[in-house]
């Protein structure tokens, strides 16, 4: 509780305090404390309206302010400060049309997802657990805080959620709240794909991958999720790295164009990555030669090596073997060829046409395989060479 952000939130909480009202910190960093885990964010809530915290401090940013948060930036770190509230219908499985705020905890409280995220804790240390969230994760069960069929008619995401704490907890779902998620599974088709994306992508970087996924599989959420998720494919997965996960699930598909990243909005950066790697991984299966090595970045050989291991067991070739092997290579990149285009027109004094790209391909493969060196005049030779060969 020592890290920037605790302080921040303990001396937001203070002002608040010092100003007649509630103010504690809640959700995940409350549960994460008591897992002894890192929180990345220190969320406050408190019975002080969004314009009362805003005239407590002198820097405050409206991130929400609709929703009763405001994020405060008088200290070290910045905190969000969101007032106690509860909210009203959800008409689109998402966020509710309006919200009402409450000048008490145990109202805010009872709206949120599930009992280990349903605790509160004061500026004195004292735990507020309303809901049994501390013996839930003391039994390592993910349990929906009061009627799980009305926390997922409220906000469909809260299912998928459920899948990602049991990959990042390696945590149960608890039985009514399993059954509650079967029976709405085909609501997160209302869920925004940029939402559902966000979840896979911490569901890939879990500690229990395969966890998630055999909750994936069990709460027949899969069934409505683009693609294929087998759980017993995952045994062996394991990253810190999101990117690598939605390549598997490519592999795992089939899917050797990546379309599934089209489907779940992944970045122009993410496709070009994964693209990479599928098809490193295909050439693996005939063996990498020195133009796989030039072709591809070092990352992307490691992780298609890796889904080589993962799906069929022990490489020919080993990690390190790999990092030696494009090291190894004469040149690392295309500028670093010896010669252009404009010297291949000069020496043949041929007009540029498609000859060309194919003549400069020709050479760098060359060079890739040490059949010329990467030099100005040993170059010129072997060009004049193959066209005499050529007729």
């Given at each position: 509780m020592n890290t920037k952000n605790w302080q921040a939130a303990m001396q937001v909480i203070e002002k608040i305090e010092q100003a007649g009202f509630e103010a504690v910190v809640v959700g995940g960093a409350v549960r994460d404390l008591y897992l002894q885990k890192a929180s990345h964010d220190v969320d406050v809530a408190t019975s002080a309206l969004p314009t009362e915290v805003k005239a407590l401090f002198s820097t405050t940013i409206?991130?929400?302010i609709e929703h009763g948060t405001v994020l405060v930036t008088d200290m070290v770190?910045?905190?969000e400060v969101t007032t106690y509230r509860?909210?009203?219908?959800?008409?689109?499985?998402r966020r509710p049309d309006a919200v009402q705020f409450v000048r008490t905890l145990k109202d805010d409280l009872q709206r949120r997802d599930f009992t280990?995220?349903?605790?509160?804790?004061t500026r004195t240390n004292e735990l507020i657990d309303l809901y049994g969230g501390k013996a839930d994760i003391d039994a390592k069960m993910i349990r929906a805080v009061g009627d799980p069929v009305l926390r997922f008619q409220e906000d469909a995401l809260r299912m998928l959620r459920a899948v990602r704490f049991s990959a990042q907890l390696g945590f149960a779902i608890e039985e009514a709240t399993m059954m509650a998620i079967k029976q709405h599974a085909a609501t997160i088709q209302?869920?925004?794909m940029e939402r559902i994306h966000a979840e896979l992508s911490k569901i890939w970087t879990g500690k229990y991958v395969a966890i998630g996924l055999a909750s994936l599989e069990q709460s027949e959420l899969a069934s409505f999720l683009p693609g294929q998720f087998k759980a017993s494919q995952w045994a062996d997965f394991q990253t810190e790295d999101r990117i690598v996960?939605?390549?598997?699930l490519c592999v795992l598909n089939a899917d050797f164009d990546a379309q599934l990243l089209t489907v779940y909005k992944c970045s122009n950066k993410d496709k070009a990555f994964v693209k990479q790697v599928l098809q490193a991984y295909k050439a693996l299966e005939a063996g990498w030669q020195p133009v796989h090595y030039f072709r591809y970045e070092l990352y992307a050989l490691q992780t298609a090596y890796r889904f080589a291991q993962w799906q069929q067991g022990e490489q020919t070739v080993s990690f390190e073997e790999i990092e030696q092997n494009k090291?190894?290579?004469?040149?690392?990149?295309?500028?670093?060829l010896a010669v252009s285009g404009h010297d291949f027109m000069q020496w043949t004094s041929k007009k540029r046409g498609p000859w060309l790209k194919q003549v400069l391909n020709d050479a760098l493969q060359a060079v890739l395989n040490g059949e010329v060196a990467n030099d100005p005049q040993q170059l010129k030779e072997w060009l004049i060479n193959a066209f005499n060969?050529?007729?």
């Open positions: 409206d991130v929400g770190e910045p905190i509860t909210d009203g219908t959800y008409v689109d499985h280990m995220n349903a605790m509160a804790l209302y869920v925004a996960g939605w390549a598997y090291l190894a290579l004469p040149i690392q990149q295309t500028s670093e060969d050529e007729g």
